[in-house]
C-alpha cells in the first residue's frame, strides 16, 4: 500500500503559512493543540521540505546540515541550496516527480510535508498530497507566504477530523479529492 503524503501545516484563517519576512508571531506556540502537533511528529520516519522551510530552521537553532527531525529522513527540494558536511540523514534533490513518487511507494509511516508554501502548490498541482491537516490559527494575517503558494488549481476536500484546542487553535484533517 503507498505511503500518503500529509501536509501537516500551521496556517492563518486567511490561508497563510507565515507573513512577510517569515513572520509567525500570530501563531498559538504552546498549550495542548501544539503538544498534540509535537506528539503528531513522532509518527512520522521521512520529511519533505522546500529549501526556505529548511533554512528557515535556522532561526531557531537548526545547524546547516542537521536534521530539523532527528528521527526522520529529510527530502529536501532546492535547485540552490549546498551543505557541507550534511548529516546522513539529510538528503537533497531539484524538484523531483520521480522520487517523490518512489518515497510515496516505498516501505514506512506516511510523509511528512512540512512545507512550504511553493513545495506544496508543486505537489498539489501534481496531485500528490494525500491528506491535508491544518493547526487552524485564530487570526488574520493579510499577507505573506499562502498555504498553497501561487497554485490555482481547485479541489474539493472531504472532511475526516476536526479538533478544538486552547488559545482557539483547532487542528482540523481533511482528504484531497483529486
Not at 493543540?33 to 520529511?47: I, N, R, S
Not at 545547524?63 to 529536501?76: D, F, L, N, R, V
Not at 509511516?109 to 498539489?124: E, H, I, R
Not at 503558494?149 to 481533511?174: H, W
Request: hydrophobic content about 35%; some cysteine.
Amino acid at each position: 500500500m503507498p505511503r500518503k503524503i500529509i501536509y501537516y501545516v500551521a496556517a492563518s484563517i486567511d490561508g497563510f503559512i507565515s507573513g512577510p519576512g517569515d513572520d509567525i508571531s500570530g501563531f498559538v506556540a504552546d498549550g495542548n493543540g501544539v503538544e498534540k502537533y509535537l506528539a503528531d511528529l513522532q509518527e512520522f520516519d521521512t520529511v519533505i521540505m522546500g529549501r526556505k522551510t529548511y533554512e528557515f530552521g535556522y532561526k531557531y537553532g537548526l545547524k546547516p546540515g542537521q536534521p530539523a527531525y532527528p528521527h526522520m529522513e529529510h527530502y529536501i527540494f532546492s535547485r540552490t541550496l549546498k551543505l557541507e558536511n550534511a548529516h546522513e540523514k539529510i538528503h537533497i534533490h531539484p524538484p523531483d516527480l520521480d522520487l517523490i513518487q518512489n518515497l510515496k511507494s516505498a516501505e514506512g509511516t506516511p510523509v511528512y510535508l512540512c512545507g512550504g508554501g511553493v513545495l506544496a502548490g508543486w505537489l498539489l498541482e501534481n496531485e500528490l498530497i494525500d491528506i491535508l491537516k491544518i493547526k487552524l490559527n485564530p487570526f488574520i494575517q493579510g499577507e505573506g507566504v499562502r498555504i498553497f503558494g501561487d497554485s490555482k488549481k481547485t479541489y474539493q476536500l472531504q472532511l475526516l477530523e476536526k479538533e478544538t484546542f486552547e488559545n482557539g487553535l483547532q487542528i482540523i484533517s481533511y482528504k484531497i479529492l483529486y
